[in-house]
């Protein structure tokens, strides 16, 4: 998932895996076992992320965030959600304000398959908060993990956006 972001932003900057191999300072086999098998060292990633123009970062969670990955997510969390969903905004520094990359860019993927959202803008800002989280496989890994009940939320957000 980090490597497809990166691969993105790698695509603009270098005419070929190669390129951008060489550009990180590693052999260009490294990118196709990559793509095959998703698993290097820190050193291997950040070399590429460098090169591709991204940078690699932790980020701590905050009680809020961590409350929400703990499963205690209650009414006023959704509340919340849904008057951030009801605003249209799409502004990815909005959106990490109010929870984890991950959760938030689930719910982006959420608002981008609803009625009345705008599908390509969620899905850029689904992508811009977890890279990949737009993926059947990993929409499907949100939708079993997350707190938020879609047949719940969605009809909720409709009716606060007038849609």
């Known amino acids: 998932m980090l490597l497809a972001g990166m691969a993105k932003s790698a695509a603009a900057r270098f005419s070929s895996d190669a390129a951008w191999a060489a550009a990180s300072g590693l052999p260009k086999e490294t990118l196709s076992r990559l793509k095959r098998q998703p698993s290097c060292d820190l050193r291997t990633l950040d070399a590429l992320a460098?090169?591709?123009?991204?940078?690699?970062?932790?980020?701590?969670?905050?009680?809020?965030?961590?409350?929400?990955?703990?499963?205690?997510?209650?009414?006023?969390?959704e509340d919340r959600l849904l008057e951030l969903a009801a605003s249209g905004a799409t502004d990815a520094a909005v959106w990490r304000a109010h929870g984890p990359g991950f959760f938030m860019g689930g719910l982006a993927v959420l608002l981008a398959s609803a009625r009345g959202f705008d599908r390509e803008r969620y899905l850029r800002?689904?992508?811009?908060?977890?890279?990949?989280?737009?993926?059947?496989?990993?929409?499907?890994?949100?939708?079993?993990?997350?707190?938020?009940?879609?047949?719940?939320?969605?009809?909720?957000?409709?009716?606060?956006?007038?849609a």
């Open 50 to 77: 460098r090169s591709a123009g991204c940078r690699l970062v932790v980020v701590p969670e905050t009680g809020e965030a961590a409350s929400q990955a703990a499963g205690r997510f209650t009414r006023e969390d």
């Open 125 to 162: 800002l689904a992508e811009s908060l977890h890279a990949g989280v737009s993926t059947p496989e990993v929409f499907g890994l949100w939708l079993r993990r997350s707190p938020l009940r879609p047949a719940r939320f969605l009809p909720a957000a409709r009716r606060r956006r007038g």
